[in-house]
């Protein structure tokens, strides 16, 4: 079993891309701690520009990990504009990156690109596992496809390459908990559509702890699903959720009303009502431990 070292050598050096969201802040912070030398690629001020190549060639020479988190938001209405943003904020960074990566004398030791669940099928029958799942079609599959692709393709021979193929993250302080909570505390906690829909989801904890894992692992490489190994239904999701919050009841959501209510926030019922049963057999296979293997030990966790 693989034991990840709490503390780095003084220097070692970590780049994130594009994380300043949810999941790249905790990296952020727990690198920091380490004692890392961590240097940030985004477009906000004060951190490397995406339009400064040379100064992101001098931020990966001589680093150990370079994690790539960079994307627009799915979290939106799918009209041509946000679609072309979607799949170009992913593909053309993680291109930029890869030429970077080539043009180092001492590139870095891994990449770690995001990738995201929304690969595979819709899943009602069976989890999709790395070697066995069948991948979907649609704009979203698409897009993952070609995300994984801009990362194969790039010409680093020496720069070991692995995706992370997220499912939904669930933490405290953000990301889709807000919603969540929020949907409960009002009474309207029950399940979304049929509820029979799959709901895979990891801990930002562990989405954290295999970044460190896959560092610390040279003979790793390729894909991984990044999803507990637990999945539960919509319909079992949304109960754990309430029983976390101390909310014995609440009222379902048919399709139509989710419909409505993407229309007017400005986002796409896919995000709620797609079927996603992945599974980490990989990770599991290579001794990868969940500190919240269940939702039931997440959520006592994040409503605490």
Known sequence: MTQIPLFAEPGRKIVLAGATGFIGSELQARYAKKGYDV???????????????????????GSALLVNLAGRSVNC??????????LTSRTDTT??????????SN?????????????????????M????????????????KAWEEALFAADTPRTRKAVLRIAIVLGRGGGVMTPYA???????GGRQGPGDQ???WAHLDDICRMVEFLEHRPDLSGVFNASAPEQVTNAEQMRVIREAYGRKFGLPAPVWM??????????????MLKSRWVAPERLLREGFEFRYPTLREAMADIAR
């Open 39 to 61: 240097r940030m690629i985004s477009r906000r001020p004060g951190h490397i520009s995406w339009d400064d190549p040379a100064a992101i060639a001098e931020a990966l020479e």
């Open 77 to 86: 209405r799918y009209n041509e504009r946000n679609k072309r943003d979607i």
């Open 95 to 104: 291109r930029r990156l890869g030429e970077a990566v080539a043009a180092c």
């Open 107 to 127: 590139p870095p030791e891994l990449w770690i690109n995001s990738g995201t669940a929304t690969i595979y099928r819709d899943a009602r029958d069976r989890p």
């Open 129 to 144: 596992t790395e070697d066995g799942g069948e991948l979907g079609s649609g704009f979203s599959v698409d897009v993952a």
């Open 182 to 188: 929020n949907l409960v505390r009002f009474g309207l």
């Open 198 to 200: 799959r709901f895979s």
């Open 258 to 271: 989710l419909r409505l209510g993407a229309v007017a926030i400005r986002t796409e019922t896919e995000l």
